[in-house]
C-alpha cells in the first residue's frame, strides 16, 4: 500500500471535514441509520420477514440504487430462488458459525442475483468491525493506493479474496483513527473511500484508459465458464436497464438454448427479440448452430455473438453461408463489461434524482 497517497488523503479528508462540518455530518449521520435498521434484524427476524419486510430490507440497499423499479428485481429475486431458501441463506451468510470466506463462496454459489457488492453491504451493517464493502469502488481505491491483485471478473470475487480486502480495510481503519478521525470503523473506510480517494481514482483512470483485454493466459476450464456465466449475467443486467424484457437460457427455436435474449413488445401486435451467444473458449460451432437457428424465429431481430477479438473474427469467417450476414452483429465481450460499469453509473446517479416515485 501506498502510504504517503494514503495519508496526504487523510489529511484532505480531515481538511473538508473541518470546512463543511454540516455536509460531512449528515452523510455520516445517514450512515449511521443504516447500521441501525440493519442491525435491528436478528437471524430470527431475518426468517420471519414478511414479503414487504424484505422488500425494504432490499431496496434500502446502495447496490440497489441502479434499479428504478426495484420491487421488479425483488420480485426476480424471489422467483429465481424462493423466498425460504433466500431468507435461511442469508441468515447463513450473516451469522452463520463457519469462517466467512466460506460463508461467502456457499452464499455466491447458491444464491442468484446478490453478488459481491449487496453481500458485502450487508455484511458491513451487520459487523462493521469486521467486515467491508467490496465493489467496483474498493477496487478502484485499492488500485490507486497501489494495492496489486485486485480482481477484475466476478468469479475472482472470492471468499479469501474477500478476507485479504477486509484486511486492508482494517489498516485503512487504522491509518484513519491515527490521523484524528472519531468514527473509524469499516463503514468508516468506505466513506473516506467514496469521498475522497474515488475521484483521485477515477481521474488516474481517465488519464490511463480501460484496460481492455481478456485475461491474456488462456483461462481453465472452470474460469472460463465462470466467465462465461458473469458475461451473461451481465448482458441480461444491460437488457433490463435498457428496459427490455431480458433473460438468460432461453429456448428460442427448436432444439436451440441460447444464452440471453433482449425482448420488446410492440403493443398488440407482437414482440421484437435481440439474441445473443457467449463464447470465451473452445469450438464456435455450438455458437453458430445456435444463432442460425435462432434466425428462424420470426420474431428474432438480430443475433449478437459475444467473444473476444480473435475468436470474433474466427467466427465472421466460419458463419459466412451459414448465419444470415444482415441480422449477425458482434460485440466484444471486454465492451460487454465496460457498457454494463457505465450504464450502472449512469442509472445510480439518476436515480438518486427520484424523478419517478418509486410506488408509481
Same mark, same amino acid.
Given at each position: 500500500?501506498? /502510504?504517503?497517497?494514503?495519508?496526504?488523503?487523510? @489529511?484532505?479528508?480531515?481538511?473538508?471535514?473541518?470546512?463543511?462540518?454540516?455536509?460531512?455530518? #449528515?452523510?455520516?449521520?445517514?450512515?449511521?441509520?443504516?447500521?441501525?435498521?440493519?442491525?435491528?434484524?436478528?437471524?430470527?427476524?431475518?426468517?420471519?420477514?414478511?414479503?414487504? !419486510?424484505?422488500?425494504?430490507?432490499?431496496? %434500502?440497499?446502495?447496490?440497489?440504487?441502479?434499479?428504478?423499479?426495484?420491487?421488479?428485481?425483488?420480485?426476480?429475486?424471489?422467483?429465481?430462488?424462493?423466498f425460504h431458501t433466500l431468507?435461511?441463506?442469508?441468515?447463513?451468510?450473516?451469522?452463520?458459525?463457519?469462517?466467512?470466506?466460506?460463508?461467502?463462496?456457499?452464499?455466491?454459489?447458491?444464491?442468484?442475483?446478490?453478488?459481491? @457488492?449487496? *453481500?458485502?453491504?450487508?455484511?458491513?451493517?451487520?459487523?462493521?468491525?469486521?467486515?467491508?464493502?467490496?465493489?467496483?469502488?474498493?477496487?478502484?481505491?485499492?488500485?490507486?493506493?497501489?494495492?496489486?491483485?485486485?480482481? %477484475?471478473?466476478?468469479?475472482?470475487?472470492?471468499?479469501?479474496?474477500?478476507?485479504?480486502?477486509?484486511? *486492508?480495510?482494517?489498516?485503512?481503519?487504522?491509518?484513519?483513527?491515527?490521523?484524528?478521525?472519531?468514527?473509524?470503523? $469499516?463503514?468508516?473506510?468506505?466513506?473516506?473511500?467514496?469521498?475522497?480517494?474515488?475521484?483521485? @481514482?477515477?481521474?488516474?483512470?481517465?488519464?490511463?484508459?480501460?484496460?481492455?483485454?481478456?485475461?491474456?493466459?488462456?483461462?481453465?476450464?472452470?474460469?472460463?465458464?465462470?466467465?462465461?456465466?458473469? *458475461?451473461?449475467?451481465?448482458?441480461?443486467?444491460?437488457?433490463? $436497464?435498457?428496459?427490455?424484457?431480458?433473460?438468460?437460457?432461453?429456448?428460442?427455436?427448436?432444439? @436451440? *438454448?441460447?444464452?440471453?435474449?433482449? !425482448?420488446? /413488445?410492440?403493443?398488440?401486435?407482437?414482440?421484437?427479440?435481440?439474441?445473443?451467444?457467449?463464447?470465451?473458449?473452445?469450438?464456435? #460451432?455450438?455458437?453458430? $448452430?445456435?444463432? /442460425?437457428?435462432?434466425?428462424?424465429?420470426?420474431?428474432?431481430?438480430?443475433v449478437v455473438a459475444v467473444?473476444?477479438?480473435?475468436?470474433?473474427?474466427?467466427?465472421?469467417?466460419?458463419?459466412?453461408?451459414?448465419? #444470415?450476414?444482415?441480422?449477425? /452483429?458482434?460485440?466484444?465481450?471486454?465492451?460487454?463489461?465496460?457498457?454494463?460499469?457505465?450504464?450502472?453509473?449512469?442509472?445510480?446517479?439518476?436515480?438518486? $434524482?427520484?424523478?419517478?416515485?418509486?410506488?408509481?
Amino acid at each position: 500500500m501506498n /502510504r504517503e497517497k494514503l495519508n496526504s488523503a487523510i @489529511a484532505e479528508f480531515l481538511k473538508k471535514k473541518k470546512e463543511n462540518t454540516a455536509y460531512y455530518q #449528515d452523510a455520516w449521520q445517514e450512515r449511521q441509520e443504516r447500521k441501525v435498521f440493519y442491525q435491528s434484524f436478528d437471524r430470527a427476524k431475518l426468517l420471519q420477514m414478511s414479503l414487504e !419486510e424484505f422488500s425494504q430490507y432490499i431496496s %434500502k440497499l446502495w447496490s440497489m440504487v441502479i434499479w428504478g423499479n426495484k420491487q421488479y428485481i425483488i420480485d426476480k429475486l424471489i422467483a429465481d430462488n424462493g423466498f425460504h431458501t433466500l431468507k435461511t441463506q442469508l441468515v447463513e451468510l450473516l451469522y452463520g458459525t463457519a469462517p466467512i470466506d466460506k460463508r461467502w463462496d456457499t452464499f455466491l454459489k447458491s444464491v442468484k442475483g446478490l453478488g459481491p @457488492a449487496t *453481500i458485502s453491504e450487508l455484511l458491513t451493517y451487520t459487523n462493521p468491525w469486521e467486515y467491508c464493502i467490496f465493489n467496483k469502488t474498493t477496487i478502484l481505491c485499492f488500485s490507486y493506493l497501489n494495492i496489486s491483485n485486485m480482481p %477484475k471478473y466476478n468469479y475472482q470475487y472470492t471468499g479469501t479474496k474477500y478476507l485479504e480486502i477486509c484486511k *486492508i480495510a482494517k489498516e485503512i481503519s487504522n491509518s484513519l483513527k491515527a490521523g484524528g478521525i472519531n468514527d473509524w470503523d $469499516l463503514l468508516a473506510v468506505d466513506y473516506f473511500m467514496w469521498d475522497e480517494l474515488l475521484p483521485l @481514482a477515477e481521474k488516474k483512470n481517465s488519464n490511463t484508459g480501460p484496460k481492455k483485454g481478456l485475461p491474456p493466459v488462456s483461462p481453465s476450464k472452470n474460469d472460463a465458464k465462470s466467465l462465461h456465466d458473469e *458475461i451473461k449475467e451481465k448482458l441480461v443486467a444491460i437488457g433490463e $436497464l435498457l428496459g427490455f424484457e431480458s433473460r438468460s437460457e432461453v429456448k428460442i427455436a427448436t432444439g @436451440a *438454448i441460447v444464452d440471453a435474449v433482449w !425482448e420488446a /413488445r410492440i403493443g398488440n401486435m407482437g414482440k421484437a427479440i435481440y439474441v445473443f451467444e457467449v463464447q470465451i473458449k473452445g469450438s464456435t #460451432d455450438s455458437l453458430i $448452430l445456435n444463432l /442460425r437457428k435462432a434466425q428462424s424465429n420470426a420474431a428474432v431481430q438480430a443475433v449478437v455473438a459475444v467473444a473476444d477479438e480473435t475468436q470474433l473474427t474466427k467466427i465472421l469467417t466460419e458463419s459466412k453461408g451459414v448465419i #444470415d450476414e444482415k441480422s449477425l /452483429r458482434i460485440w466484444d465481450a471486454e465492451d460487454v463489461l465496460i457498457v454494463y460499469d457505465a450504464l450502472t453509473r449512469a442509472h445510480e446517479s439518476i436515480n438518486k $434524482l427520484a424523478l419517478v416515485p418509486e410506488s408509481f
